[in-house]
């Protein structure tokens, strides 16, 4: 069908006006995107000093750098409002974020209404520990491990922790730089490089069986080095602090001495329910208390019927931790002792121990292939573990007596422990207390839905900056261990805010407490004067919940 000419005629005037339309708005000018600035200066922490050519960069979501002026100057420009995580660094300074401490910065708001474009950004000159590692003659010893301890108060409780770990260079040299200011210890381990392991009875290795006559190891080189500290101790207590200021470079030379390795004798290995076609031993040193260093020259070998000897090891306190699992299980029993050449340590009888087993109830929602391990953790941070079978039933073999925080470690997301319950076993909490008397049965129950606790932090009725955020249990009787685990901290950003996310569901307190990240809070008394202004919040399952807190200063020391 053919249109008429009239209808021809006003299609095409219809056509041309339409056209006219969409090019006049083409021409027309879209509205600019909305966009901000943050903006500041780079100025020394201690003297104020502008920090010229600063590298500043952001992390997270958005990834932008820039660098500081002559005068430390700095922008970025045309950002999209958000949160922006500020680094910065200079040469001769730490590498570090907006007023950080320890693992918290305050981060950068951007928006309506929001400042970020007066920001003092305070970078604190580094530190560097330096020194040479030598034997009795003064020559160089090579590849020997130094470890750097710091001193301080983390997540709440004061501890000394191997801050970082180098090995010396050809020339006995190492080299700690960007350290910012803090109480150090430095100590050296390792073993002579023409040392020879030796042990006093080998094995026979047609029999299994010691040798009728004993052949020593040649004590000329049956020799290690002790785990010698800053300035010539091998007791910690002896070890000589470092107290590192803003711009120090101190030097911490060490000597070592090497002394006659020690040799001991493990009886009754197979005596505590073992298994497995295999058996291993690993020694850890625990310096200061902390978490343990290895001793990488303790060696194994069977002398007899359930009878091992470990050697080349240092004298004094250490942990052994002889393992006889094999098709990829951990059956572990630590010891500790002050190590004696030719001591002999019973297992059978050194620890009583006895089998954990159970069962694992899986979350709502949550599949029975991701449960994952149940492991056991005492307050020194021994482990135990055992993986949950496809039943949901587990073992763990030879847990010696003892108090044990009961933790899952499983693949289904939001997933927590929610209630502990045993026989012949104390419970408090999620924590069992077991006097090896019998063996334990636990049922663990795992509930889903972790919830997030944010907010803003107001001082004077204004939003505050930097301020430690903590949120605690209620519940003060809790064990430490478990205290540790529910407890979330934060650092406000620069508009006052704070998200603490990953909580279990529960009722807490949630503190702020401006200049308060050396406060020990893990114990129960410095933390006493501040959970009455604190706010109670109650979480449930998966909730997201928003709080406002009023900030408190620290207390003087001495009120506490």
Same mark, same amino acid.
């Given at each position: 069908m053919?249109?008429?000419?009239?209808?021809?005629?006003?299609?095409?005037?219809?056509?041309?006006?339409?056209? @006219?339309?969409?090019?006049?708005?083409?021409?027309?000018?879209?509205?600019?995107?909305?966009?901000y600035?943050?903006?500041?200066?780079?100025?020394?922490?201690?003297?104020?000093a502008?920090?010229?050519?600063? /590298?500043?960069?952001?992390?997270?979501? &958005?990834?932008?750098?820039? *660098?500081?002026?002559?005068?430390?100057?700095?922008?970025?420009?045309r950002?999209?409002?958000?949160?922006? =995580?500020?680094?910065?660094?200079?040469?001769?300074?730490?590498?570090e974020?907006?007023?950080?401490?320890g693992?918290?910065?305050?981060?950068?708001?951007?928006?309506?209404?929001l400042? $970020?474009?007066?920001?003092?950004?305070?970078?604190?000159?580094?530190?560097? %520990?330096?020194?040479?590692?030598?034997?009795?003659?003064g020559?160089?010893?090579?590849?020997?491990?130094?470890?750097?301890? *710091?001193?301080?108060?983390?997540?709440?409780?004061?501890?000394?922790?191997?801050?970082?770990?180098?090995?010396t260079?050809?020339?006995?040299?190492?080299?700690?730089?960007?350290?910012a200011?803090?109480?150090?210890?430095?100590g050296?381990?390792? +073993?002579?490089w023409?040392?020879?392991?030796?042990?006093?009875?080998p094995?026979?290795?047609?029999?299994?069986?010691?040798? !009728?006559?004993?052949?020593? *190891?040649?004590?000329?080189?049956?020799?290690?080095? =002790?785990?010698?500290?800053?300035?010539?101790?091998?007791?910690?207590?002896?070890?000589?602090?470092?107290?590192?200021?803003?711009?120090?470079?101190?030097?911490?030379?060490?000597?070592?001495?090497?002394?006659?390795?020690?040799?001991?004798?493990?009886? #009754?290995?197979?005596?505590?329910? +073992? +298994?497995? /076609?295999?058996?291993?031993?690993?020694?850890?040193?625990?310096?200061f208390?902390?978490?343990?260093?290895? &001793?990488?020259?303790?060696?194994?070998t069977? &002398?007899g019927p359930?009878?091992?000897?470990?050697?080349?090891?240092p004298?004094?306190?250490?942990k052994?931790?002889?393992?006889?699992?094999?098709n990829?299980?951990?059956?572990?029993?630590?010891?500790?002792?002050?190590?004696?050449?030719?001591?002999?340590?019973?297992?059978?009888?050194?620890?009583?121990?006895?089998?954990?087993?159970?069962?694992?109830?899986?979350?709502?929602?949550?599949?029975? /292939?991701?449960?994952?391990e %149940?492991?056991?953790?005492?307050?020194?941070?021994?482990?135990?573990?055992?993986?949950?079978?496809?039943?949901?039933?587990?073992? %763990?073999?030879?847990? =010696?007596e003892?108090?044990?925080?009961?933790?899952? #470690?499983?693949? *289904?997301s939001?997933?927590?422990?929610?209630?502990?319950?045993?026989?012949?076993?104390?419970?408090?909490?999620?924590?069992?207390?077991?006097? !090896?008397?019998?063996?334990?049965?636990?049922?663990?129950?795992?509930?889903?839905?972790?919830g997030?606790? $944010?907010?803003?932090?107001?001082?004077?009725?204004k939003?505050?900056?930097?301020?430690m955020?903590?949120?605690?249990?209620?519940?003060?009787?809790?064990?430490?261990g478990?205290?540790?685990?529910?407890?979330?901290?934060?650092?406000?950003?620069?508009?006052?805010?704070?998200t603490?996310?990953?909580?279990?569901?529960?009722?807490?307190?949630?503190?702020?407490?401006?200049?308060?990240?050396?406060?020990?809070?893990?114990?129960?008394?410095?933390?006493?004067?501040?959970?009455?202004?604190?706010?109670? @919040? &109650?979480? !449930?399952?998966?909730?997201?919940?928003?709080?406002?807190?009023?900030?408190?200063?620290?207390?003087?020391?001495? #009120?506490?």
């Open positions: 053919r249109r008429s000419l009239p209808t021809m005629i006003v299609s095409v005037l219809l056509w041309c006006a339409a056209g @006219v339309c969409a090019a006049g708005q083409r021409e027309a000018k879209e509205p600019a995107a909305v966009t600035r943050i903006a500041g200066v780079v100025v020394d922490a201690q003297t104020g502008a920090v010229p050519g600063a /590298e500043l960069w952001t992390t997270g979501d &958005v990834e932008l750098k820039t *660098s500081a002026d002559a005068q430390g100057r700095f922008v970025f420009d950002l999209e409002a958000g949160k922006y =995580p500020l680094n910065a660094t200079a040469p001769g300074y730490v590498k974020g907006l007023d950080q401490h693992a918290f910065f305050t981060g950068i708001a951007v928006g309506d209404g400042d $970020s474009e007066h920001v003092v950004f305070k970078l604190h000159r580094q530190a560097v %520990i330096y020194g040479r590692v030598t034997d009795e003659r020559d160089a010893v090579r590849r020997a491990t130094v470890y750097l301890f *710091s001193d301080g108060v983390d997540f709440g409780k004061h501890e000394v922790t191997v801050r970082a770990q180098m090995q260079n050809d020339l006995g040299a190492f080299r700690f730089a960007h350290l200011p803090a109480k150090y210890y430095v050296v381990m390792t +073993r002579p023409w040392a020879q392991t030796g042990f006093k009875f094995a026979n290795a047609s029999t299994g069986t010691a040798d !009728a006559t004993p052949a020593p *190891s040649d004590p000329m080189f049956d020799i290690v080095y =002790p785990l010698t500290y800053f300035a010539g101790t091998t007791d910690d207590y002896g070890a000589m602090p470092l107290l590192a200021k803003p711009g120090d470079a101190i030097e911490a030379n060490v000597q070592l001495t090497a002394v006659p390795a020690v040799h001991v004798f493990l009886t #009754n290995v197979d005596a505590a329910r +073992r +298994r497995g /076609e295999h058996v291993s031993v690993s020694a850890m040193l625990r310096p208390g902390s978490a343990g260093i290895p &001793v990488e020259s303790a060696s194994l069977a &002398v359930k009878t091992f000897e470990v050697g080349a090891l004298p004094g306190g250490l052994l931790t002889v393992n006889r699992g094999g990829g299980t951990w059956d572990a029993h630590a010891v500790r002792l002050n190590a004696v050449d030719g001591e002999s340590v019973d297992l059978a009888a050194n620890t009583a121990a006895c089998t954990v087993s159970g069962i694992l109830v899986a979350a709502p929602g949550s599949k029975p /292939e991701l449960l994952g %149940i492991v056991l953790r005492n307050e020194e941070l021994d482990l135990f573990s055992a993986p949950v079978a496809k039943d949901a039933t587990f073992r %763990i073999a030879s847990v =010696p003892g108090t044990y925080e009961v933790l899952v #470690n499983t693949r *289904s939001g997933d927590y422990v929610a209630k502990v319950s045993a026989t012949s076993a104390k419970v408090t909490g999620k924590t069992v207390k077991i006097d !090896a008397t019998n063996d334990v049965k636990l049922t663990v129950t795992m509930g889903k839905g972790l997030r606790v $944010s907010g803003v932090v107001k001082m004077d009725d939003p505050a900056a930097g301020v955020v903590l949120l605690v249990p209620e519940d003060v009787g809790l064990p430490a478990e205290k540790e685990e529910l407890a979330r901290m934060d650092q406000s950003d620069s508009d006052g805010t704070f603490l996310g990953g909580v279990v569901p529960g009722k807490y307190v949630l503190l702020a407490i401006e200049d308060g990240w050396e406060l020990e809070w893990r114990q129960e008394g410095p933390l006493t004067p501040y959970l009455q202004k604190g706010v109670t @919040v &109650v979480l !449930a399952a998966g909730e997201d919940k928003k709080v406002a807190v009023e900030g408190v200063k620290k207390l003087p020391a001495d #009120n506490h």
